[in-house]
């Protein structure tokens, strides 16, 4: 119940950072707009935070809260699983992996006074390179 900000009966303050998303907010406001007893419901997205009215004579306090935030938990990893990466983002990930490990590689034949092999792998670090700036160049050329 770490994401029960605050609460007394009939009243109940729900933030988290992941609810700063309008969606994942909106999401848990219908589920808990669902929950019998549930009154009224004051959503703030530049918080994370979802205030709820809730009638505290028809509901143990204890008995909502656990509700409450086992819907917090599905709405949230519900949407974590939706949020796989993009193709782009792999292909960026992948070439900053790339660039890193061959720029290393490349030191270290230079340093051995292995040339070919320094070349190679600085070739290999200027691939990477190519593949991040094309797939970040909207971003460089503001």
Do not use: Q, T
């Not at 949230?76 to 792999?90: C, D, N, T």
Request: hydrophobic share 55%; proline share 1%; glycine share 10%.
């Amino acid at each position: 119940m770490a994401r029960i900000a605050s609460s007394i009966p009939g009243r109940l303050r729900i933030r988290d950072a992941a609810l700063r998303d309008r969606e994942r907010l909106r999401a848990l406001e219908a589920g808990v707009g669902a929950l019998a007893g549930v009154g009224a419901m004051r959503a703030n997205a530049g918080a994370g935070s979802l205030v709820v009215h809730y009638d505290a004579a028809a509901l143990a306090v204890e008995v909502f809260e656990r509700r409450v935030d086992a819907l917090v938990d599905e709405v949230i990893a519900a949407s974590r699983r939706r949020a796989a990466r993009s193709p782009g983002a792999r292909a960026n990930r992948a070439a900053k992996i790339g660039m890193l490990g061959s720029l290393g590689v490349s030191l270290a034949f230079a340093a051995a006074g292995a040339k070919r092999w320094h070349v190679l792998s600085g070739g290999v670090f200027l691939a990477c390179l190519a593949v991040h700036v094309g797939l970040r160049r909207h971003a460089l050329l503001r």
